[in-house]
Each structure stands twice: as C-alpha cells, then as structure tokens.
C-alpha cells in the first residue's frame, strides 16, 4: 500500500466504521480538508502535497510521516505525535499544536504564522526559514542548551 495512492474516500469510510490503522500509506495530493480524524495512526504515511486545511488530528500519531508542502491551514494537532515528521514548506497558518511533539520533526521553510505552539516539544527539530510571525514561543521547549 505504501506506494499505490489510497482512496481518500476509502479511508474516511474505514475510520468512520473504527479502523485508525493507516500507517505507511500514500496521501500524497489527497484532499481531506475539515475531517476528524483524531487518534488515528498515519505513522510514516506521505501527505506530501495534501490539501488537509481544518483537520482534526488530535492525538493523532503521525510520527515519521510526510506533509512536505502541504497545506494545513487552522488545523488542530492537540497533543499530536509529529516526532521525526517532514513538514518542510508546510502551510501551518493558524494550526493548533498545543502539546504536540515536534521533536527532530523538518519544519525548514514552514509558515506557523499564528500557529498555536503552548507547550508543543521542538527539541531537535530543523528550523531554518521556519517563519513564526505572530506565535507566543513562552511554553514551547527547544533544543536544550547545555
């Protein structure tokens, strides 16, 4: 499954009827923009590309998975596991990242432009021409300075 696109309209049949097992699937230029999706599994799943504004993924695992130059406009990642994710170019305009993990995630390039980050884990993450304009950083944890 990892290669061949997936239905989009398959999976938001599948989770409605309980599954949330979607690891390592291919997303890539799929549109589910306003779905709820919380606590679903896309561990190493490619949304690269996707058009997924106004997604629910709270407490959603998304470790490893890939939403370069995706477009997550005011999406809610409350307590997300974004760990070791690819989010370069991502539009995270208005995203809710409260207590998301974030550690070693690639956000080079990503616009958080009124993101919420309260308490959201950034250890480790690559940061480079990550715009956040507008973001109160006050509770977000970053690399540790020894």
Known sequence: ???????????????????????????????LSWSDLSHIDLRGADLSIAIVEGICLTQAKLCQ????RADMTAATLIDADLSYA??????????DL??????HADLRGANLTGANLDHANLMDAKLEKTLFKNVDLSSTRFTKIA
């Open 1 to 31: 499954m990892e290669n061949t696109p997936f239905d989009p309209q398959d999976l938001l049949s599948r989770y409605s009827s309980g599954e949330r097992d979607f690891r390592n699937i291919n997303l890539s230029d799929s549109i």
């Open 65 to 68: 998975a890939n939403f370069s």
């Open 86 to 95: 690819c989010l370069r170019q991502c539009d995270l305009r208005g995203t």
């Open 98 to 103: 409260t207590g998301a993990n974030l550690s």
